[in-house]
């Protein structure tokens, strides 16, 4: 499963020795270098995502400065890393083409604002209405994403406003570093655990690359990461209807994918954590670094499950990494740019490729043999649709074909056991629940005209689950009530009883029987929802 696969990697290449906390100079040590590896990853995803959007290298990077800090300050799960990110990215990119990026400022703005409000109003709980096998196709989706984002990094600029694949002699030897900072960070572990190894392989790789001039692709072959602080700016947009028409539905689209792949995140690093809740303040953490992102010209972010990932296998487990993340690379723009630019790519992409195969759930293939077919369906479907558009739909789409099998599954379930009382009445003990893919079921339970006079339908086993119950049960009642026989209800359970109850004349009074300790029969009268029309 892929909690239990993250968290197996994680105790593979993490410090042995769990962080005890309140921070010892051991631990702060750990945490501080933890987030200097997170920082150094940071860089080129930022710069890659700025230009996925088509807006300027810095505004990438403020974005993953600020939503990284403020995150990392009050989020709800702390080891968590978040910042400008591919998934919002590819939404941004068009609504950057046709208005321009103030335009992108403005609806930042206000995807801010509207994570703020589906914290303020708990909504984040609702994360666990993901089944695990959406949660399995979302981690190899975005294991599938995180790799493919790298193979942008053999590619280089030529010089005519396309980009090239790395051939020949260069791409050999940028594949070369690529497989020595993967072996550094898998030796690493077994040789010392007092620097993290992600961090390893990216400082012997680069000290290779810069002591020996080897020409590889780096850092500052992107772009340059030299500039200020960011500074206060109101988005430059007219403020009338029009530009909220505009940027409403982008703010809608980045503010679900973002909370999506942040609550999603903060389940994989809660297990690996052992941390459990703080969904809705995660949704408020969010909501807060965007619209402060969105006034200081960043073009906002969410949880990034690569970097959390760097994170807590380097040992980050409190908020202090997270925090050293940011300010790292806040340090980088501000003084260290030359020095950073410096860092071959190849070793970043190694560390990357390290966080996809640990994060992949290779298990899954075997998984795959033996759940229920829905359920392999829905993995595969997640992770195709993951890498085919954006996470959100992907998840949207896993948990509606889960929801529509579940019902499915629940429909079939319907049947009654038919026995006849003393009095000749006829009963039919109804088992399975009621509910709207039940319905044609539970008629053709039924048989009105050869039953008597008097039937009895006993919930007992059953339960009444919404509307579409009732009308199924008024339309029962009417095809009795035209044979001039009489329907009862039997059994119902305390809230199959209040929903009954609140349908009106659906229910003919009758002494009720408040603990249901015994049989209490419920006459019905049609009418209350046209069925029998």
């Not at 403020?239 to 903060?266: D, H, K, R």
């Amino acid at each position: 499963m892929p909690r239990s696969a993250l968290a197996a990697f994680a105790a593979a290449v993490s410090p042995s020795h769990a962080p005890a906390f309140p921070l010892s100079a051991a631990g702060i040590r750990t945490e501080v270098l933890s987030g200097l590896t997170v920082a150094l990853a940071l860089v080129p995803e930022a710069v890659a995502f700025a230009f996925v959007a088509g807006v300027h290298p810095l505004v990438g990077l403020y974005a993953a400065f600020l939503v990284g800090l403020i995150t990392a300050l009050i989020g709800g799960r702390p080891g968590m890393i978040s910042g400008a990110t591919g998934a919002l990215a590819v939404v941004m990119v068009s609504l950057v083409a046709a208005h321009g990026v103030e335009y992108l400022f403005a609806t930042v703005v206000l995807m801010g604002l509207i994570q703020i409000a589906a914290g303020l109003l708990k909504l984040g709980k609702f994360i666990r209405l993901v089944p695990h096998p959406v949660m399995l196709g979302f981690v190899n989706g975005l294991a599938i994403v995180i790799g493919l984002a790298q193979l942008e990094h053999f590619r280089l600029p030529d010089g005519q406003g396309g980009h090239a694949w790395l051939s020949g002699g260069p791409l050999a030897t940028m594949l070369a570093l690529v497989i020595a900072t993967m072996a550094i960070i898998w030796v690493m572990p077994r040789l010392t655990r007092a620097i993290p190894a992600p961090l390893a392989g990216i400082g012997i790789v680069a000290a290779l690359v810069i002591g020996f001039g080897i020409e590889v692709p780096r850092v500052g072959d992107l772009a340059s990461i030299q500039g200020g602080l960011p500074s206060f700016h109101v988005p430059a947009v007219p403020l009338n209807w029009q530009t909220f028409e505009i940027i409403l539905p982008y703010s809608v689209i980045l503010a679900a994918i973002g909370l999506i792949e942040s609550l999603l995140t903060l389940n994989l690093v809660g297990e690996i954590t052992g941390k459990r809740g703080g969904a809705s303040q995660e949704c408020v953490a969010q909501g807060v670094a965007n619209t402060v992102t969105g006034f200081f010209g960043g073009m906002g972010g969410c949880a990034m499950i690569g970097q959390s990932m760097i994170n807590v296998t380097s040992g980050g487990r409190t908020r202090l990494a997270a925090v050293a993340a940011a300010l790292f690379l806040l340090s980088f723009i501000l003084f260290a740019a030359p020095l950073i630019e410096e860092i071959p790519l190849a070793a970043l992409v190694g560390v990357m490729f390290m966080v996809v195969i640990g994060t992949f759930a290779w298990q899954s293939f075997r998984v795959l043999m033996k759940v229920p077919a829905t359920d392999a369906v829905v993995i595969v479907l997640v992770t195709a649709i993951t890498v085919a558009t954006d996470l959100a739909t992907a998840v949207v789409a896993g948990v509606i074909v889960s929801a529509l099998a579940y019902a499915w599954q629940n429909a079939k379930r319907i049947h009654a056991t038919i026995r006849e009382t003393e009095d000749g009445a006829k009963v039919y003990a109804v088992e399975g629940p009621l509910f709207f893919g039940s319905t044609d079921g539970f008629g053709e339970l039924f048989t009105p005209e050869a039953d008597p006079d008097r039937v009895i339908v006993d919930f007992a086993a059953s339960r009444v689950a919404d509307q579409s119950a009732l009308a199924a049960i008024e339309a029962l009642a009417a095809r009795y009530e035209a044979l001039g026989k009489t329907l009862s209800l039997r059994h119902l359970s305390r809230d199959c009883h209040r929903l009954l109850n609140r349908a009106g004349q659906l229910m003919i009074d009758s002494d009720d029987d408040p603990e249901y300790g015994i049989a209490v029969d419920y006459d019905v009268k049609a009418g209350a929802f046209g069925a029998a029309h």
